[in-house]
């Protein structure tokens, strides 16, 4: 099972492994600001639960995210939602999710360059990262596309613009590069426009190599990361990516790869050199079987 953001659909599709097309879980009533309503989404998170648990999704086009319970018709708002702004009660185009062990919510709010924690029931977010303007310095961020947490609670945050992943640790007033930070480029040691991202137990960090068609593994303190999915030219064979936006890990291990130019979403087992087919046809469409032109 998966959850997709599909972005220029505004809605949230869960797909179900052998499916052959998802089911719409949140929007799909046309682009607005009611709370039945999405503009853009570009993430989506389970909160911690049971069998049936709530999404959290990155409302992007709106400022917000907004709570969505299971056969709930209508979204609550849980950060954001008053208008595009640089306040601590404000986002400005939200673009990724990630939840720590306690339920706190980090936000990748990518035009004030800055991740923001909204601990349950906040009324405003706190700063954790970046928020001291666009730059290259480590105290900064430009284009936050992607955060994740790890089990101590770590912050990780792909820059697409500055081609590197940072390391937060709770409370640090600026990051540690973790990843990339050696110049836009194609080498293992270099990312190019990094995107979505996943925080293994193993303390590996997959990034979502957007502009260079693959997945890679970056261990801590590594010089230099590994590809475990694509061939680094865009392409619709099954061994190739087209500029990969967010990657997952299933119960098996094996990964699932939003392959956003391809409109599909890829399960790579483990150590496979070419993956299969898990959701979407390939074709931008609003039907259930495909994805919107973005997701």
């Given at each position: 099972?998966?959850?997709?953001?599909?972005?220029?659909?505004?809605?949230?599709?869960?797909?179900?492994?052998g499916s052959?097309?998802?089911?719409?879980?949140?929007?799909?009533r046309?682009k607005?600001?009611e709370?039945?309503?999405?503009?853009?989404?570009?993430?989506?998170?389970?909160?911690?639960?049971?069998?049936?648990r709530?999404?959290?999704?990155?409302?992007?086009?709106?400022?917000?995210?907004?709570?969505?319970?299971?056969?709930?018709?209508?979204?609550?708002?849980?950060?954001?939602?008053?208008?595009?702004g640089s306040?601590?009660?404000?986002?400005?185009?939200?673009?990724?999710?990630?939840?720590?062990?306690s339920?706190?919510?980090?936000?990748?709010?990518?035009?004030?360059y800055?991740?923001?924690?909204?601990?349950?029931?906040?009324?405003?977010?706190?700063?954790?990262?970046?928020g001291?303007g666009?730059g290259?310095?480590?105290?900064?961020?430009?284009?936050?596309?992607?955060?994740?947490?790890d089990?101590?609670?770590?912050?990780?945050?792909?820059?697409?613009?500055?081609?590197?992943?940072?390391r937060?640790?709770?409370?640090?007033?600026?990051?540690?590069?973790?990843?990339?930070?050696?110049?836009?480029?194609?080498?293992l040691?270099?990312?190019?426009?990094?995107?979505?991202?996943?925080?293994?137990?193993?303390?590996?960090?997959?990034?979502?190599?957007s502009g260079n068609?693959r997945?890679?593994?970056?261990?801590?303190?590594?010089?230099?990361?590994?590809?475990?999915?694509?061939?680094?030219?865009?392409g619709?064979?099954?061994?190739?990516l087209?500029?990969?936006?967010?990657?997952?890990?299933?119960?098996?291990?094996?990964?699932?790869?939003?392959?956003?130019?391809?409109?599909?979403?890829?399960?790579?087992?483990?150590g496979?050199k070419?993956?299969?087919l898990?959701?979407?046809?390939?074709?931008?469409?609003?039907?259930?079987?495909?994805?919107?032109s973005?997701f």
């Open positions: 099972m998966c959850l997709v953001a599909d972005t220029g659909n505004h809605r949230v599709l869960i797909w179900k492994e052959e097309e998802g089911i719409v879980m949140a929007g799909g046309g607005g600001s709370l039945f309503q999405l503009d853009s989404p570009a993430g989506v998170s389970l909160e911690p639960g049971g069998r049936l709530n999404m959290l999704i990155a409302d992007t086009g709106n400022n917000r995210v907004l709570r969505w319970k299971p056969g709930a018709q209508e979204g609550e708002v849980v950060a954001g939602g008053h208008g595009k306040e601590l009660h404000q986002l400005n185009e939200p673009r990724a999710l990630a939840l720590d062990a339920g706190a919510l980090y936000i990748a709010d990518l035009w004030n800055r991740v923001v924690k909204w601990a349950p029931g906040a009324s405003e977010g706190e700063v954790v990262a970046g001291n666009k290259k310095g480590l105290h900064q961020l430009n284009w936050p596309y992607g955060v994740a947490v089990g101590f609670g770590n912050l990780y945050v792909a820059e697409h613009l500055n081609h590197r992943v940072t937060w640790e709770p409370g640090a007033k600026e990051g540690t590069l973790f990843a990339g930070g050696n110049g836009e480029g194609s080498e040691n270099q990312l190019c426009g990094p995107s979505g991202l996943f925080a293994e137990d193993t303390g590996a960090v997959l990034v979502a190599d068609h997945i890679v593994r970056w261990w801590p303190e590594a010089a230099e990361g590994e590809i475990v999915a694509g061939t680094e030219e865009s619709f064979a099954l061994n190739q087209s500029w990969p936006s967010a990657v997952s890990v299933d119960k098996t291990n094996a990964l699932l790869i939003a392959d956003h130019l391809n409109h599909r979403v890829l399960r790579w087992p483990k496979a070419c993956g299969e898990f959701a979407g046809k390939g074709g931008v469409g609003s039907e259930l079987d495909r994805f919107g973005g």
